[in-house]
């Protein structure tokens, strides 16, 4: 069955240090989406992404954060200077469209100290 | 108001018992629901998903949808300990089809 392969499955980086999350969606899939899960709270919206650019971005989604989708795989989450309550579980999903729902990879799991 | 409810729990039932889950959403527009379960330390995995009202099932899983009530219910027939899990119901909405997540029940099967 196809994957949402998400890497590095663990990060730890210093605050103020920039950090690169990697996701790989399923080939087929159109949309493109950024979650966060801090621990023992809730999954959060970030950004979606369709047709190469943002297509809504949540207020969590500051200047810090970027994606981009380089080489027509890959899928990155950028944050430029990393904060100690940036630390949260990241996932990556995706979907062909919205009778499918998301293919989640399996997160990478931040750590700003 | 939250735009999607649930009951926190922990709820806890016995092995082979129905587990129900229960969730409200506080938009009209929305269009697609989903229960997704998640494993602690891992990531949310879809076990269903229901646009109409009334009900959808799939094995020992069925979902619930009441729009006129803004509710959606998942059913756990049969439970079993590899079900204790966390049960997070999603929404979706608008053209992007973003999804909005509850903040989950904790389910526990005792053997």
């Known amino acids: 069955e196809p994957e949402v392969t998400q890497t590095p499955s663990h990060q730890v980086t210093q605050m103020g240090q920039e950090v690169i999350l990697r996701c790989v969606p399923i080939?087929?899939?159109?949309?493109f989406y950024w979650y966060r899960q801090i621990l023992g709270q809730k999954v959060e919206f970030l950004v979606s992404?369709?047709?190469?650019?943002?297509?809504?971005k949540s207020e969590i989604f500051d200047d810090q954060f970027s994606v981009e989708r380089p080489d027509g795989s890959n899928f990155t989450l950028k944050i430029r200077s990393t904060k100690l309550e940036d630390s949260a579980m990241y996932f990556c999903?995706?979907?062909?469209?919205?009778?499918?729902?998301?293919?989640f990879g399996s997160g990478t799991r931040l750590t700003v100290v | 108001q939250k735009e999607v409810e649930q009951n926190s729990g922990p709820l806890s039932v016995p092995e082979g018992a129905i587990a129900s889950l229960n969730c409200t959403y506080s938009?009209?527009?929305?269009?697609?629901f989903f229960w997704y379960r998640q494993y602690s330390g891992k990531s949310p995995e879809l076990i269903m998903s229901?646009?109409?009202?009334g009900d959808k099932e799939d094995g020992r899983f069925t979902a619930q949808l009441n729009k006129a009530s803004q509710y959606v219910s998942l059913l756990i027939r049969d439970s079993q300990p590899s079900d204790s899990a966390t049960y997070l119901c999603?929404?979706?909405?608008?053209?992007?089809?973003?999804?909005?997540f509850g903040k989950g029940t904790l389910l526990t099967v005792n053997p």
């Open positions: 999903a995706s979907t062909p469209d919205r009778d499918y729902g998301y293919t």
């Open positions: 080939s087929n899939h159109l949309y």
């Open positions: 992404f369709y047709n190469n650019e943002i297509s809504e």
């Open positions: 938009d009209r527009v929305s269009q697609s």
């Open positions: 229901i646009y109409s009202n």
């Open positions: 999603a929404v979706m909405k608008g053209s992007n089809y973003k999804l909005t």
